[in-house]
């Protein structure tokens, strides 16, 4: 595994902030799933044990549907939904990239993921919330 940075990120207001630990060269995952695609998520998973929420936890609406087995965590100020666990990966959390501050990013690679046929290909990310 490649050396750990810490990256931080926050919604659009700010009211949400926290920290993962992640290389600083990072795959995203982008998923064309209805949910996703709409509201334009680019996944970073990482495990639990990799993630701090530094403010906002007062601030967070969660929405679940379907198998209501993925938790997706709002701001309740600018609706901004930073990260969320993922029901691929319930061990872990999925960090929207877009809402990532790119200071320690040295670089990234994009890969499409075909979400809209999700339960076929879920099991290509189970891997990546394993410490």
Partial sequence: MSELVTH????????????????????????DCSMCDMHGFQHIIVPKSR???????????T??????????????????ESFYVPRSNPDGYSINFRCLER??????????FDGKNWEQNAAALADLSKD
Wanted: charged share 20%; hydrophobic share 40%; proline share 3%.
């Fill in 63 to 80: 929405y679940t549907f379907n198998t209501h087995v993925a938790q997706h965590y709002f701001c309740k100020t600018c609706g901004i």
């Fill in 8 to 31: 931080q990120g926050h919604c659009h207001c700010r009211a949400v902030a926290w920290e993962i630990q992640a290389p600083a060269k990072l795959r995203i995952d982008e998923c």
């Fill in 51 to 61: 993630f701090t929420l530094l403010t906002g936890k007062d601030n967070i609406a």
């Fill in 103 to 112: 200071d320690n990013v040295a670089e990234f690679e994009i890969l499409p």
